[in-house]
């Protein structure tokens, strides 16, 4: 549901709750989503169409085109992308509507280059698709109206576009239009740039009053008090006689009757703070202002509005610079991962994905998400979810990976999508920062994008560069929001040695340059905003793409979906060097998770052990926008792999993480709890089979949001074999697995595991128990569900109890893999 269509039923629901239920005196915002047909340009075959939605989603409803997601059809859609496409709706008005003496038509997102004709008369040209758009159309509105959109495909703009340079700006054509640029394919996604109306249409009626915007700035902060101001754009030629009644969780706050309400200012008493999840209560109050004239209403907004302060800190000190939030006054480790569009067709993701996917996110401990530069600005459902479970998000602009054109007419355009973006996510207390692009600045300082080119011709290309990164978008922000700004994730790419000590870090020496994963452990920066490795998804999604239940990953459908040049070759050179390679696929698939889980977590545990110098880790990539073999923690069907399950883990507030250096195992506790915590910290080294070659165990105390080092165990003279024993640490409810050699070069034992299924409330519990060590279980059935845990060790001789969720009446086909049987 859009904004303006929230705002209208909060009208609705505010008079009749008051007993005035007269909404003559209201805006009314009327929604034209429905009735739309669509087609190719000079053809006469018009299809139904969905709105919000676009054309490869109305072919596909209509079997007009194979599935792109499946096998190489991918190929075989791409003249959709090269067709002009349009779309068209009847729609009557009532007289009275007819009567309002301002009529406007909204378009919530048109991608990307259209033609809107409104009664055959041509009302707007667009060119953004991250922009809104609004025409009066009193004059031309009749009792019946025609509405007809032409979208032109993108190529024709872009090479006209093109042919005004004099030099070629690194990366394609894509950075000519103002949309999507995943669309354009990536080394995760396919090529699939869509067109059509992909947000809500709708008209916007009122006569002498309407509420444009509200913005509620907070001001000051404090146990005691809350101070806000509260700025209202509104569309009036009268303001003089107007009330505004503020209530705050539907009690009357304020009331404010003077002439001036550009800005109104509020208290809160007492306020209770919004917080990240893990650190406290995001809560979130519901505020509503109402507009009178006497006793009549004029029109009504509500809000969610949550109390906080968020602060980027970017200091000087002996080592670099600094970079890490502060959140209500307080220094918050951010935990997460960089998001993208959860679809490449944005219409097919409902409501529902996106609860479900948030929810994924705090199930597996991770504060932040990084909204990146290539994808969307995501629709409001997004925002709100985010507001309401407690998870900060870090908002790319959308700039991704090239360098952009600088002549006036695409300044203008990128300015109005800043604001009318900036605006309308201001209000969210979940925005934590406005970053100005995606790897553009290190590319252009790394990457060759220098190469061969005049000195006169660099240095335009990097004062347009300037332009839009160092002048319009962090104006806009300073303007229309609290919100800090950054130019560009990351500050130094890691061709730069600073990229170590100042700003946020881009680690891309794992997986592009071939590194070891033992990198991420002696090379930390500030804040890791991304780094990476992939792995391949669920035997579902693998079946689904082949559109076979005989596993295969070398057919060419299948490897369609490796988007990266060298993925295959560069997963099985790491697989080699760290765990053992199997020869069969349903096994091969299986380690290529468990590698990618080893080594993200290796360096997430390696940046949490390192704070407070390194504040931040955030993995590439939660989710994929198709299905895929990527560098995701949950593949296109919303399967955890095992890097989500073991990210969980190593993203619990309080940590156990272990270090070998040399013959000496450091193990430390992180606790990002905002209280110190103290009880017996126990260590024990033990064999395969449980028995006990060496054990500690102390009282210990926790500092508060610290890292601290709490046992140094020489391991020399300990007669142990590395490749034959696991340590394992407790500290109060927690407990920690680590090996001294390799995955590879473990002396597991195959034996096996005895199970029971039980069946509850929730679906069936699972009860594990073995006699030896049993690495990395991994449980999987073909029943829809989700395992509580996965990809776990389970100690000899322990009982383990898994309950898997599902609507499903039976249970009758569970498997069990380990690294044991390899």
Not at 438 to 464: C, Y
Not at 483 to 503: L, M
């Amino acid at each position: 549901m859009s904004n303006l269509l929230k705002c209208s039923l909060a009208i609705f629901t505010f008079m009749v709750l008051h007993g005035c239920q007269d909404k003559n005196h209201v805006p009314e915002t009327i929604s034209l989503n429905s009735n739309w047909q669509f087609k190719a340009e000079n053809t006469t075959n018009w299809l139904p169409a969905n709105v919000p939605g676009n054309v490869f989603s109305g072919l596909l409803q209509h079997n007009k085109i194979p599935d792109p997601f499946i096998g190489n059809h991918e190929e075989d859609v791409q003249w959709v992308s090269q067709t002009n496409w349009e779309y068209k709706t009847h729609f009557k008005v009532t007289p009275e509507t007819l009567k309002r003496k301002h009529i406007v038509l909204n378009f919530e997102g048109l991608d990307t280059y259209a033609s809107v004709f409104l009664n055959d008369s041509l009302i707007l040209k667009t060119n953004n698709a991250f922009r809104e758009f609004s025409v009066d159309v009193k004059p031309l509105l009749k009792a019946k109206n025609s509405l007809r959109i032409l979208f032109e495909n993108t190529s024709k703009h872009e090479a006209e576009a093109k042919s005004k340079l004099h030099y070629t700006l690194p990366e394609g054509n894509r950075i000519f239009t103002r949309k999507a640029q995943f669309q354009y394919g990536w080394d995760w996604g396919p090529k699939l740039n869509v067109s059509g109306i992909w947000r809500d249409v709708n008209l916007e009626t009122w006569d002498d009053f309407k509420i444009e915007d509200i913005y509620i700035e907070q001001k000051v902060l404090n146990d005691s008090i809350a101070r806000c101001i509260l700025n209202v754009s509104v569309s009036s030629e009268d303001k003089s006689h107007v009330t505004y009644d503020i209530y705050v969780n539907d009690t009357l706050n304020t009331s404010y009757s003077k002439q001036d309400k550009s800005d109104i200012i509020f208290n809160i008493k007492n306020p209770k703070r919004w917080w990240p999840h893990n650190l406290g209560e995001p809560y979130l109050y519901d505020v509503k202002v109402v507009v009178k004239d006497g006793e009549t209403i004029l029109d009504s907004v509500s809000k969610k509005v949550g109390l906080r302060t968020i602060d980027l800190v970017t200091e000087k000190d002996s080592l670099g610079e600094s970079f890490y939030f502060k959140v209500n006054g307080i220094p918050v480790y951010a935990k997460g991962a960089n998001y993208i569009p959860q679809h490449s067709f944005q219409n097919q993701v409902t409501n529902k994905h996106y609860e479900q996917l948030l929810n994924d996110v705090v199930d597996a401990n991770m504060n932040m998400l990084r909204v990146w530069g290539g994808g969307i600005y995501e629709n409001d459902v997004f925002y709100d979810l985010c507001d309401e479970k407690g998870i900060l998000v870090w908002q790319d602009f959308m700039f991704a990976c090239a360098m952009y054109p600088g002549d006036d007419t695409f300044l203008e355009n990128v300015q109005q999508e800043a604001i009318d973006n900036v605006k309308r996510l201001r209000n969210h207390p979940s925005v934590a920062l406005w970053c100005g692009n995606n790897e553009s600045s290190e590319g252009w300082h790394r990457w060759g994008w220098q190469a061969d080119r005049s000195e006169a011709e660099k240095s335009e290309i990097w004062e347009n560069y300037l332009k839009v990164f160092d002048s319009i978008l962090p104006k806009t922000v300073r303007q229309y929001s609290n919100v800090d700004y950054w130019e560009s994730s990351p500050k130094y790419g890691r061709g730069n040695p600073n990229y170590e000590f100042e700003g946020d870090a881009h680690d891309w020496w794992i997986w592009h340059d071939g590194y070891p994963f033992e990198h991420l452990e002696t090379h930390v920066p500030r804040f890791m905003s991304e780094f990476g490795f992939q792995s391949f998804p669920s035997y579902e999604v693998i079946n689904y793409i082949n559109q076979n239940d005989t596993l295969n990953i070398t057919s060419k459908a299948f490897k369609n979906h490796q988007k990266h040049s060298r993925g295959f070759q560069i997963i099985d050179a790491y697989m080699q060097r760290d765990f053992p390679v199997p020869d069969n696929v349903e096994d091969y698939v299986y380690v290529s998770q468990l590698l990618q889980a080893y080594g993200i977590t290796k360096g997430i545990e390696a940046q949490r052990r390192a704070r407070p110098y390194n504040m931040g880790t955030l993995y590439w990539q939660l989710n994929d926008c198709w299905p895929a073999v990527s560098w995701s923690s949950i593949d296109f069907f919303g399967n955890w792999k095992a890097l989500h399950y073991k990210a969980k883990r190593s993203f619990e507030n309080v940590l156990i993480s272990s270090k070998l250096e040399g013959d000496d195992l450091n193990l430390f506790v992180v606790n990002d709890n905002y209280k110190s915590l103290s009880g017996v910290f126990s260590v024990k080294i033990m064999d395969f089979y449980g028995v006990k070659i060496w054990e500690s165990a102390s009282v210990i105390d926790v500092p508060e949001n610290s890292s601290n080092l709490i046992y140094e165990i020489p391991l020399k003279n300990k007669n142990i074999a590395f490749n034959d024993v696991v340590v394992v640490t407790e500290f109060k409810d927690y407990k920690s697995y680590f090996y001294l050699e390799k995955p590879k070069d473990l002396n597991l034992v195959k034996e096996t595991i005895q199970k029971k299924i039980l069946k509850v409330d929730e679906g069936f519990e699972i009860v594990l128990q073995s006699k030896t060590l049993q690495k990395d279980v991994f449980l999987f059935c073909n029943e829809k569900g989700r395992f509580s845990d996965n990809y776990f060790d389970l100690l000899p001789n322990e009982e383990k109890r898994i309950v898997f969720k599902t609507q499903s009446a039976s249970l009758s086909n569970l498997k069990i893999k380990t690294l044991n049987q390899l």
